[in-house]
């Protein structure tokens, strides 16, 4: 079932609950972040939160809850929801004002919230791979925010579905940054690489746990930045995020990679980090 929560209250997902001046709805001045759930237990929930904290604090926002009452919140909802595996998606911005471009003083933020079903991706689908193109990253300097503005990816990630591919890889001063909505990695050598933690990336959770991966399955991990070239070039390509999970890239311009399946490290990953979960 789905679950909406609307700054205190909970809601049908249907009903009208964001006011015109909702400084998210005008100036997408706010922040979020969604967490999986694997029956009915949260997948690295903390290190959501955490960012999500972090994320506001980066843009002078003061969420006026803990991390603990954001986590109880979060599992309230689900177990409202009565939803096993899930994935939920909390949005905090600045509040409700008058627009204006400064900030509004005395104006406590507006949390919302949705609970859904996740949509899992089958081994079989996940192991064929998907394509990808590159596009220009257009986006502004402050990626590691988890901000509302969003704007360039979904103009880049509909230009890579008119293209009929699944995800375009972001390219800035030449070398790759990550994926619309993903962490980007490449397989060179048997090394696994993928780019340095930056203000021009978001520090992926998912891309935390591959890390914590490739030392218990004695992968090399290597941040290092990489043009289109070396993805060309790569062994194996795939992509990061907390509803993708793991997910091969094995087409990306039109160029097949390596056996243009998913390659034996993309699979050690994917598979270890569905034990994982």
Request: negative net charge; hydrophobic residues 40%.
């Amino acid at each position: 079932m789905v679950i909406v929560y609307a700054n205190g209250q909970w809601v049908n997902e249907n009903d009208a609950v964001i006011p015109v001046d909702e400084r998210g709805h005008q100036f997408g001045d706010g922040v979020y972040e969604v967490t999986r759930i694997y029956e009915g237990k949260p997948f690295m929930m903390r290190e959501h939160v955490e960012r999500l904290v972090k994320s506001a604090k980066e843009i002078r926002m003061d969420l006026g809850m803990t991390v603990e009452e954001v986590e109880s919140l979060m599992m309230e909802a689900v177990e409202r929801s009565g939803e096993k595996n899930c994935d939920v998606y909390i949005q905090i911005t600045r509040g409700i004002a008058k627009r204006g471009h400064l900030f509004p003083k005395d104006v406590k933020p507006s949390i919302t919230m949705t609970v859904r079903p996740m949509e899992v991706i089958a081994m079989e689908e996940r192991l064929a791979g998907k394509t990808a193109i590159f596009h220009e990253d257009e986006r502004w300097k402050n990626c590691y925010i988890k901000s509302l503005n969003l704007l360039p990816n979904i103009l880049a990630k509909q230009v890579a579905n008119d293209a009929g591919a699944y995800e375009a890889i972001l390219i800035r001063d030449g070398y790759v940054t990550e994926g619309t909505s993903s962490n980007i990695f490449i397989v060179q050598n048997g090394e696994l690489v993928t780019r340095p933690l930056s203000n021009y990336i978001l520090a992926g959770i998912t891309r935390m746990r591959v890390e914590q991966l490739a030392e218990q399955l004695n992968i090399p991990f290597v941040e290092r930045e990489f043009t289109k070239e070396d993805v060309l070039e790569a062994e194996e390509v795939f992509m990061t995020s907390t509803t993708n999970e793991v997910l091969p890239l094995v087409e990306i311009d039109g160029t097949t990679i390596g056996s243009g399946v998913a390659g034996p490290v993309t699979e050690r990953v994917a598979k270890q980090f569905l034990q994982t979960v």
